[in-house]
């Protein structure tokens, strides 16, 4: 009986058995974040991959100035990590951040590591969790490429439909790169849009 996300995950990778998948969740720790919690930081080298089993975080850096610039958020059922910092050993160059309570699995690098010494097929499943999550950060991206931000916003909307209203105003105005203030008149303006979110704060 499948009755864990991260197995229902997991299985779309590799016909795993029930014995696998419970040695995999064996070697997790269960975490909660509160919003504004940080899962790493900046500075700091990634030693942890988190699996969202609820909520969302966010992925942001922070300029000289104080000036905070999200690049992205990650919601249920997506891995998290800073792959660069984990794989390389060097400093994280941006922070994870909560953007609601989010629930974790968390698993530690010895721990995650050592997957590898008792499940056989555990490398190639690595290198394509590895892989989905560089792809899906390149799409989450993407949704930056029009220089319109009330394009960027109905292809934030198209695209990742029903975040839209979890995420405070400010972030989300700050990962489609405008003000607080025009995201609030773009809304207004597209409020009519089916499907479109009430501003939250």
Same mark, same amino acid.
């Given at each position: 009986?499948?009755?864990? %996300?991260?197995?229902?995950? +997991? +299985? &779309? *990778?590799?016909?795993?058995? @029930? #014995? ?6 064996? &070697? ?6 509160? %919003? ?42 997506? *891995? ?6 984990? #794989?390389?050993?060097? %400093? ?5 951040? /909560? ?7 968390? *698993? ?5 590591? /050592? ?11 690595? #290198?394509?969790?590895?892989? #989905? !999550? ?12 029009? %220089?319109?931000? !009330? ?5 934030? +909307?198209?695209? *990742?439909?029903? @975040? ?5 105003? !400010? ?24 499907? /479109? ?5």
């Amino acid at each position: 009986m499948i009755d864990s %996300p991260l197995d229902t995950f +997991l +299985l &779309q *990778f590799y016909p795993f058995s @029930l #014995q696998q998948l419970q040695l995999i969740r064996n &070697q997790a720790v269960a975490r909660t974040y509160q %919003p504004g919690d940080y899962f790493s930081e900046a500075g700091r080298v990634a030693q942890e991959i988190g699996f969202i089993v609820a909520g969302v975080l966010r992925v942001c850096y922070f300029e000289r100035n104080g000036t905070e610039n999200t690049k992205y958020f990650v919601e249920e059922n997506h *891995f998290v990590v800073d792959l660069q910092s984990y #794989q390389f050993h060097q %400093p994280c160059t941006e922070y994870v951040q /909560a953007v609601t309570e989010v629930h974790l699995l968390v *698993f530690k690098a010895r721990a995650w590591q /050592a997957l590898s010494h008792t499940i056989l097929v555990w490398p190639q499943v690595e #290198q394509k969790l590895f892989t #989905q !999550a560089l792809l899906e950060k390149m799409n989450r991206r993407s949704a930056l490429v029009s %220089p319109n931000g !009330a394009t960027r916003y109905e292809q934030f +909307l198209t695209t *990742f439909p029903g @975040l839209a209203n979890r995420i405070p105003l !400010a972030y989300l105005a700050s990962y489609i790169g405008v003000t607080p203030q025009s995201l609030s008149r773009i809304r207004r303006r597209l409020g009519s849009l089916p499907g /479109a979110p009430e501003a939250t704060t």
